[in-house]
Nanobody, 116 residues
Framework: QVQLVESGGGLVQPGGSLRLSCAAS????????MGWYRQAPGEQRELVAA???????IYADSVKGRFTISRDNAKNTVFLQMNNLKPEDTAVYYC??????????WGQGTQVTVSS
């Protein structure tokens, strides 16, 4: 089992920035990939950014050049720096991890609202 706790969401004006954090605990030795997804009202959950099993990074086309995923291995934490936020970035953001055994775990989600 892996537990994920997100933080850092909130309300921001268009063009602003936010930094999300996701702290992992439990069987962290089994983590194979870790990343961020988001789900807007009435929409399907979509991948935003992630570290793959090979430690490379992937981004959704809509956030390339604006969002950056990073991690602090010593603290078992993954971050999502979001710059130049747009109203269409409004969603609940979820942290996800997939273990080497194929199990997937989700955090509780954190709301990001971009509005003037």
């Amino acid at each position: 089992q892996v537990q994920l706790v997100e933080s850092g969401g909130g309300l921001v004006q268009p063009g602003g920035s936010l930094r999300l954090s996701c702290a992992a605990s439990g069987s962290i030795f089994s983590i194979n990939a870790m990343g961020w997804y988001r789900q807007a009202p009435g929409e399907q959950r979509e991948l935003v950014a992630a570290f793959t099993s090979g430690s490379s990074t992937i981004y959704a086309d809509s956030v390339k050049g604006r969002f950056t995923i990073s991690r602090d291995n010593a603290k078992n934490t993954v971050f999502l720096q979001m710059n130049n936020l747009k109203p269409e970035d409004t969603a609940v953001y979820y942290c996800n991890t997939v273990t080497r055994y194929g199990s997937s775990f989700w955090g509780q989600g954190t709301q990001v609202t971009v509005s003037s």
